[in-house]
């Protein structure tokens, strides 16, 4: 790589780290203290007005817990497979599929059977949300909606309005997720030679 491309990466790695924060809801405060740098200096850092160093982004890429190449946004080469490492939170298990900072995040999502289906806890915070169940039969609650979605139905929210997904049955669900911020919303197309839709939109 020559100066210039150099300069070119260093210059991206601030709004690149600001937009992985923000795309998880985390302030300058909360990062400053999972990772121990100052607030000032991860201000500084996604301004553009201090330069990256190995030092600042190894606590950044443990917290997001993503590869350090992704923060500089340098090209992959070799082995084009994707090394998952599922997340386990609130008793599911979550697979991250996507690994880009920022923008939209595909996610597979495995809810495990329990002896009786739980009762809802909607939850709220900021984004919108795509998804497919593979799987089973997934229980939907959205503001006043209580839907319930067998294999290949797909829906679509908004994530700031109350929502829960669980099981209908207590069974196995599996569910693709495309999940982004506010505004970022999954467009799906269809052929338009089918006079049927393969899913439905709720």
Do not use: C, N
């Amino acid at each position: 790589m020559d100066p210039a491309t150099d300069e070119d990466v260093l210059d991206a790695v601030g709004p690149r780290l600001r937009a992985l924060r923000r795309d998880r809801g985390i302030t300058l405060a909360d990062l400053a203290a999972a990772t121990g740098v100052s607030e000032s200096t991860l201000s500084r850092l996604e301004s553009g007005q201090r330069r990256a160093s190995l030092e600042l982004l190894l606590p950044l890429a443990r917290t997001y817990d993503v590869p350090l190449d992704d923060l500089v946004g340098a090209p992959r080469t070799g082995d084009p497979r994707i090394h998952l490492k599922p997340i386990r939170r609130f008793g599911m298990t979550f697979v991250p599929l996507s690994r880009r900072p920022g923008g939209v995040h595909a996610f597979k999502m495995i809810i495990p059977a329990r002896p009786e289906p739980l009762e809802p806890a909607p939850q709220t915070h900021e984004g919108f949300e795509w998804l497919y169940v593979l799987s089973g039969r997934l229980r939907l609650v959205t503001g006043e909606r209580d839907l319930t979605l067998p294999p290949g139905e797909a829906a679509e929210f908004d994530t700031s309005l109350p929502h829960w997904l669980g099981s209908a049955d207590g069974g196995v669900v599996e569910l693709l997720i495309l999940f982004g911020l506010q505004g970022v919303r999954a467009h799906v197309r269809t052929d338009p030679h089918r006079s049927s839709q393969a899913g439905s939109r709720r």
